[in-house]
């Protein structure tokens, strides 16, 4: 079984304040270890060196809509975000290169 540790790169406004202070947020998969995602970081970003890898699973939300006169119910997907804090001596990952 293939499974994926690293899904995508996780901006908001608040992780682009986070990026200046070299900490950079990623979506992971839900059985992604902290190993296993600093690995794949350092295979994906050459000569970037982690520090440090904090993890937190963000759940879902509910979620109403009313059509017709009729309620329908349903959720959003949760996710497991990570927060990798790079080495301030070594290369910083820079997303908005192509922009």
Do not use: H, W
């Amino acid at each position: 079984m293939s499974k994926r540790v690293l899904i995508r790169p996780y901006v908001t406004e608040k992780t682009t304040y986070q990026m200046e202070e070299g900490k950079y947020s990623f979506i992971c998969g839900l059985d992604a270890s902290k190993p296993e995602i600093r690995q794949a970081i350092e295979e994906r970003y050459p000569g970037v060196d982690v520090a440090k890898v904090r993890t937190q699973v963000v759940p879902g939300k509910r979620r109403r809509q009313f059509r017709q006169g009729n309620m329908i119910e349903g959720r959003t997907s949760g996710f497991k975000k990570a927060i990798v804090e790079l080495d301030p001596d070594g290369e910083q990952i820079d997303f908005f290169e192509g922009i």
